[in-house]
């Protein structure tokens, strides 16, 4: 099977010898990866690719997501709708003002075509040209690119737009102004998604970043993120493999997001791995502890936490061996090569 084929058969929970270790890449730590500066890896297309490539030559067992993929984190999505965004040259694009100075704002607030706003057309910009410049057998055994999709959900789109401590007293004291956001932040991210498709073709895998929900209690989260992200999910219900990542922890609403048509949730480091993988229902992305696991273990201690997560929760597949959310950008070659070896050695069953 290809690197593809192994994680697909985790997420549809086939029986196999051997569970996949599959890591979260973000321009974070594929520059950092391949020592090179920030404002040259998001500044040249070419650039960019190149260094993405550079690290899965040095990977070639482990399958990534969002994969190869002109990644820009939240910045297309918020600079597209108007957001101040600053490049820096030690750090990823960032955001320095928010798109609302005041709640009353929402109520003009029309959302841009993102073909046409300057940073969602940057990003498909660079969409377009690593679909032309990738190499083939990148689409064909790895199926980069071809019908791949990355987005934000529109709940914390939402937080960030306005700022997270206008959006959290608002849902109590305006709940229909935030309903009207958001309305009109999940209609502006399924027109992004059709646009990407224009270059891609259908979906057929999508990652949707959203760690609000593991900010919330159960009845914001239920009334005022759920419906949304659900809705982002279903606008590409024919896709293969549905990320959902959330690097905050949701045990309090486990029942709820088991409800979201996603197939893979990628999930925070207090989780009980085979208690939510049991609940969810879907294919459990996680969780080693991106510090206490990945920077401070020993290779015997991560080797021994790495194996008791496949013993506890990869019989029966639903498992892909990875980090709980983003690594931390010291994370070594050597660590990541670790826990593939892992993943390859250790059988489901011992």
Known sequence: MTVYEEALCAVNF???????AVFSMTGLMYSRLAGIPDNEYYADPAKM??????????????Y??????????????????????????DAPPYMVGHIFDDLDDINKFNPPDPRRAEFTAMNLAFLKYFNEHIPEKYKKEYGFI???????????????????????????????????????I??????????????????????????IPGMLNRGIYAEFVHPYLCEVFDFVRDAEIKVFHNENNYPHLMDLVAKVPCNVCHIGP????????????????????????????SDQELQQRCKEMIKTAGKGGGLWLSTAGGMAPQTSMHTLKLIAEIARETETGE
């Open 186 to 211: 999940t209609d502006f991210v399924k027109e992004y998604l059709r646009a990407q498709m224009e270059i891609v073709g259908p979906a057929k895998r999508i990652y949707v970043w959203d760690h």
């Open 64 to 89: 990534t997501f969002p994969g190869i993929w002109p990644d820009f984190g939240a910045m297309a999505e918020l600079g597209g709708m108007g957001a101040r965004v600053a490049f820096s040259e």
């Open 270 to 297: 207090k989780h009980d791995l085979l208690e939510t993988k049991n609940v969810l229902r879907k294919c459990v992305m996680g969780n080693l502890h991106p510090i206490a696991d990945l920077l401070e273990a």
């Open 146 to 184: 071809e019908g791949h999709l990355f987005c934000g959900g529109p709940g914390e789109i939402a937080a960030l737009a306005l700022g997270y401590d206008k959006f959290f007293y608002a849902v109590y004291d305006y709940p229909e102004l935030i309903h009207q956001l958001l309305r009109k």
């Open 14 to 20: 086939r029986e196999s010898n051997h569970i996949p």
């Open 49 to 62: 690719l190149q260094t993405q490539l550079w690290y899965h030559v040095q990977m070639p067992e482990v």
